[in-house]
Structures are given as C-alpha cells and as structure tokens.
C-alpha cells in the first residue's frame, strides 16, 4: 500500500469486502465516506480503503480472495444531518433502500439508516447520541 499511516485504537484491525464490481462499488464507498467525513487512504484500479475497511477485487493481491458473503458495516456518524447525508449518497449511487433514516429501538437516541451496496451487503450509518470520546484516533505512522 502507498499509504503507510494508520489510525488505531477501535476493536476491528481491518474488514476487507471483495466486490464483483469494483467501478460500482468505488463509486458507491466514496460518495459515501463523502458524506460521513471519513478520507479515503488510498485507491488503485483494484483496491480502495478507508481507515479500517478495505474494498478489493477477487483479483487482488491483497485479499487473495473469493467474494464475500452477506455482511453488515455500521459507519459512525457524527449527528443526525450526516446519517440523512449517508442515505442520500448511498442512494444516489446505486444503494437500495433497507431502512430509511431514522429512531430504532436499539436503545434511545440510535438514529440510523440501512442501505445495501452493489454487492448487497448490508451498510449502516449511526448516531448514538451526544457522548464524548477520550480520542478521536490513535495515529500510527510506519
């Protein structure tokens, strides 16, 4: 990879998605990651990661991969306004719908919304409620 500095300190090292149709899926992650906040590390013509989570072709030499099965990805979201701007970019770039904006009984003050990516894989933002971090990320640089 070209980037060589990380953020650390959440309990996931890294999830990887193989996708069957990267340029989909590219335009689908980054007008997403647009509308949460979250830079995009890095990109080529078979790979794509943000922070944690890397999106790769099955050819790939970094997943040496097959495609990957059903999974649920839940994105923090800093307030309400960027779980209602995740939706409409994920939508806007081929998402389907799998739960609008809004309260869940989770517990009080879970406002999210569900999208399914080309590949449909199930991908959440959330906003939990005011809270207050100790860090906003460990950096680590190699």
Do not use: C
Request: hydrophobic letters at 40%; zero cysteines.
């Amino acid at each position: 990879m070209l980037n060589r500095e990380r953020y650390r300190g959440r309990l996931i090292d890294h999830i990887g998605l193989v996708v069957r149709d990267f340029a989909a899926s590219k335009a689908f992650y980054t007008a997403v990651f647009k509308a949460l906040n979250i830079p995009i590390g890095g990109s080529d013509e078979r790979n794509l990661w943000a922070d944690e989570l890397f999106i790769s072709t099955s050819d790939s030499d970094e997943v040496e991969g097959h495609l990957t099965g059903r999974i649920h990805l839940a994105f923090q979201a800093q307030d309400r306004a960027m779980v209602d701007a995740f939706y409409r970019a994920a939508m806007a770039q081929g998402g389907r719908d799998n739960g609008a904006p809004g309260e869940r009984s989770y517990h009080p003050g879970y406002y999210a919304a569900f999208v399914l990516d080309p590949d449909g894989n199930n991908i959440e933002a959330v906003f939990r409620g005011a809270s207050e971090r100790s860090a906003a990320a460990v950096r680590i640089r190699y």
